[in-house]
């Protein structure tokens, strides 16, 4: 399948504000506390490859996802593959012994909700901020998605920018800001 999105790194207004605003216009599915352990593999490197595999732990249960490199495209397209697994540590274990290994832990809180065919998910991601989700749910243009997110920026008074970075991205690219600036404190 292939997964598309947008993403927004949200300044204003904040998650609650929009979630009281959302709650009037879209059905809620559901509120999760998501804990996403990603890894890379020994012979190959995912950050070069533009590839992930991550274990998804939540309210509904365990995932276990590969995502491959991103489309060429104007929004976040890329391949997901995605399967239940019921033991996390045999899980963990079994990519250990084949030459996966962790890397890092991202948390978040998302908040779902459905609006025609689209899921629009409000984001709290530790230490990284509040963000916005939108995915399509069934296949559609990029431009169908793209004049959803114009509209809803729009509606909703969304100060941000877009970003095609994931959250895994966004967080190593943090903490490689913040490595090179302490490199060079004295």
């Not at 979630?19 to 506390?33: A, N």
């Not at 012979?43 to 991550?54: L, P, Q, S």
Request: charged share 30%; no cysteine; hydrophobic share 35%.
């Amino acid at each position: 399948m292939i997964e598309k999105e947008v993403k927004i790194v949200v300044e204003y207004p904040s998650l609650e504000e929009l979630r009281e605003s959302l709650g009037k216009d879209m059905k809620l599915l559901d509120v999760e506390k998501q804990e996403d352990v990603y890894f890379n593999y020994v012979y190959r490197n995912f950050k070069i490859t533009d590839e992930a595999v991550r274990i998804r732990i939540n309210n509904k249960g365990i995932e276990l996802t590969y995502k491959g490199p991103k489309l060429h495209s104007s929004l976040k397209a890329r391949e997901e593959i995605s399967i239940t697994v019921n033991d996390l540590n045999k899980t963990i274990e079994l990519l250990r012994k084949i030459g996966f290994y962790p890397v890092i832990t991202i948390k978040k809180t998302r908040i779902n909700y459905l609006d025609k065919s689209f899921i629009v998910s409000l984001d709290l991601v530790k230490d990284l901020g509040q963000f916005i989700e939108i995915e399509a749910i069934n296949e559609i243009s990029d431009q169908e998605i793209q004049n959803y997110t114009s509209n809803f920026i729009r509606k909703y008074k969304i100060k941000g920018k877009l970003t095609t970075k994931s959250y895994l991205e966004l967080l190593i690219d943090k903490y490689e800001a913040s490595s090179k600036s302490n490199s060079n404190t004295y």
